[in-house]
């Protein structure tokens, strides 16, 4: 049975998203080498939900979690945060759970136990009185269409009526290998990408969106053609009606293309500890700056922000700012105590 908390959840919210959460167990060190696990909720769409309300929106997440201590730690953990659940509870079935392994200081590895998890069954049953309720953003990630047949249905169902219904609708590609293939990637997402005002990608991940159709078949953009290739490609799906094509570089910092032109902020230099959920922080800052009015500027230079918050602490939302400590990065010095 569906449960809603009524009381933290608005009628309607700044910014609605779905997918599944699960439990992460992070080492410091090789997982074959044993030690001690730290216990920590993660899902690209729940660090966007966690970013958005820290940064004083309201927010709704949408998911499916299973009768277990796991589901009712990330239940627990959310709603801490503020954010408003309209979730169901499987009992047939696990909360997923994944392992992330820092194997060296530059590389993490993540194993994931979620096939036939809770989370995959998410359905757009679960959707409609979220969606009935209404949001300024729906945020989607090519994640939660990977997870099962119906999931992703219930993606393509959430954007055609978002954006049908006047919603802005920001779809974040966050290609996943170990949950399909670029081609299936493709297959599903490039159609999706219609339905976005807000396409969010990596520098190696428009290719999945973006395609230029002519009289021939469709041919596919290879991002690794450099600047030139992504200039294209952002044209491509700029002419489909996609708003803003927003570009994450990691340490190179951001881009934006629309119709108006382009848009480079550097990356904000900071000390980094670990990068997992940076793109989620970043994309939660900028559909913040959004949110608040700011201009294509503003809302890169709030996402490239949040993200040096994400990369400068441990975890994959633990270190995301409030509104009143964005100014802590990029004017205060390195290394330095506030007293």
Not at 271 to 275: A, L, Q
């Given at each position: 049975m569906a449960a809603v908390d009524r009381a933290s959840v608005p009628q309607a919210v700044d910014l609605l998203t779905f997918g599944e959460s699960m439990v992460s167990l992070r080492s410091t060190g090789p997982l074959s080498a044993g030690g001690s696990l730290g216990m920590h909720v993660a899902g690209a769409e729940s660090n966007v939900a966690v970013g958005v309300a820290r940064l004083g929106h309201s927010v709704t997440w949408v998911g499916v979690v299973g009768?277990?201590?796991?589901?009712?730690?990330?239940?627990?953990?959310?709603?801490a945060e503020g954010i408003g659940l309209r979730h169901r509870t499987?009992?047939?079935?696990?909360?997923?759970?994944?392992?992330?392994?820092?194997?060296?200081?530059?590389?993490?590895?993540?194993?994931?136990?979620?096939?036939?998890?809770?989370?995959?069954?998410?359905?757009?049953?679960?959707?409609?009185?979220?969606?009935?309720?209404?949001?300024?953003?729906l945020h989607l990630t090519g994640?939660?269409?990977?997870?099962?047949?119906?999931?992703?249905?219930?993606?393509?169902?959430?954007a055609e009526r978002a954006a049908a219904d006047g919603m802005e609708v920001s779809l974040?590609?966050?290609?996943?290998?170990?949950?399909?293939?670029?081609?299936?990637?493709r297959a599903v997402l490039a159609p999706l990408a219609r339905h976005a005002s807000i396409v969010i990608a990596s520098d190696d991940e428009l290719g999945l969106v973006a395609a230029e159709v002519g009289a021939g078949p469709a041919r596919t953009w290879d991002a690794d053609a450099g600047a030139d290739a992504e200039t294209a490609m952002a044209a491509e799906l700029l002419g489909r009606g996609v708003r803003e094509v927003v570009v994450k570089r990691g340490a190179a910092g951001a881009g934006v293309h629309t119709a108006d032109g382009r848009w480079e902020a550097p990356a904000v230099p900071v000390?980094?500890?670990?990068?997992v959920g940076a793109g989620d922080a970043f994309t939660a800052g900028y559909l913040s700056a959004l949110l608040d009015g700011a201009d294509v500027a503003g809302r890169l230079q709030r996402g490239v922000l949040a993200g040096a918050f994400a990369v400068s602490t441990a975890g994959d939302w633990e270190g995301l700012p409030g509104r009143a400590e964005l100014a802590l990065l990029g004017s205060t010095p390195g290394g330095t105590t506030q007293r």
């Open positions: 009768a277990d201590p796991h589901g009712e730690y990330i239940l627990r953990q959310l709603r499987d009992a047939a079935r696990n909360t997923g759970v994944m392992f992330l392994e820092q194997r060296t200081a530059d590389v993490t590895r993540a194993f994931y136990y979620r096939a036939g998890s809770a989370g995959s069954t998410l359905g757009r049953e679960d959707l409609d009185r979220a969606l009935t309720a209404g949001a300024r953003i994640i939660t269409a990977a997870l099962s047949p119906d999931a992703r249905k219930a993606v393509e169902y959430a974040d590609v966050n290609y996943r290998s170990k949950l399909w293939s670029r081609e299936e990637a000390t980094s500890i670990d990068t």
